[in-house]
């Protein structure tokens, strides 16, 4: 694909995920792999529903700014889509939102880890058992953003999260995926879990694993 088809690819994304209110006020940042160390990301700080080209800034994995438009930084969040990029080769995008039902699925974690329902349509996000105690790592969250991506770093050099995701606490949810669809399909499965498991709590169901 076209490196501009990219961008606008990325920006379509952007504002269908605006649309669910998911990147309201300017939240979330998404990126695109151009090359095996190099990626797209959209700049900081701009309105998700109206990107264009001109929002996107290529960087490589040592967060290293390429190509930037005049008056256009990288997202602050950069660190954290490097560090995916960085351990899973397959990942080439990777989206960040932030949704209430993820906000609130942080509170119902336990030792940074979320417990996910046992969901059929966790079949959408690899995990194939048919009764499975699947469990999304929750980070910490810190305004310096380089502490998250740390964590991060730390933690998946020991073991790569069982599904493609990951939620920070208080902020919201990362999701990642092989090319646009399969990252976004991963993004929606997620934020059904998290929104499944705000509903269950809400009707005082348990929900067994
Ligand atoms: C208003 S959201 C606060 C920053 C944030 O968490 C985010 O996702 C957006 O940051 P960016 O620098 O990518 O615009
Ligand atoms: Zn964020």
């Not at 006020?25 to 959209?42: H, K, P, Q, V, Y």
């Not at 960040?96 to 959408?124: D, T, W, Y």
């Not at 305004?143 to 998946?156: G, L, N, S």
């Not at 090319?179 to 509903?199: G, I, K, M, N, T």
Request: glycine share 6%; aromatic share 8%.
């Amino acid at each position: 694909m076209h490196h501009e088809d990219l961008r606008q690819e990325l920006a379509l994304a952007a504002r269908s995920f605006y649309e669910r209110g998911w990147m309201l006020g300017t939240a979330g940042n998404l990126s695109a792999r151009m090359a095996e160390d190099t990626f797209w990301i959209t700049a900081s700080g701009r309105p998700k529903d109206l990107l264009d080209t001109e929002d996107f800034v290529s960087v490589n994995l040592q967060g290293e700014v390429l190509l930037a438009a005049s008056g256009r930084k990288p997202s602050a969040e950069t660190a954290i889509h490097q560090v995916i990029y960085q351990h899973i080769p397959e990942a080439r995008v990777v989206f960040h939102v932030h949704s209430i039902e993820a906000n609130l699925c942080g509170h119902f974690a336990r030792n940074g880890q979320l417990r996910l329902p046992p969901l059929e349509m966790l079949k959408g996000l690899g995990v194939p058992d048919a009764e499975p105690e699947t469990d999304l790592p929750v980070f910490a969250n810190h305004q310096d953003v380089a502490r998250i991506a740390k964590d991060m770093d730390t933690a998946f050099t020991q073991a790569i999260p069982p599904v493609p995701g990951a939620l920070i606490h208080q902020h919201g949810v990362t999701a990642w995926g092989s090319d646009l669809l399969s990252a976004r399909h991963h993004l929606e499965l997620l934020e059904y879990c998290f929104r499944y498991l705000v509903q269950a709590k809400a009707l005082a169901i348990g929900v067994q694993a």
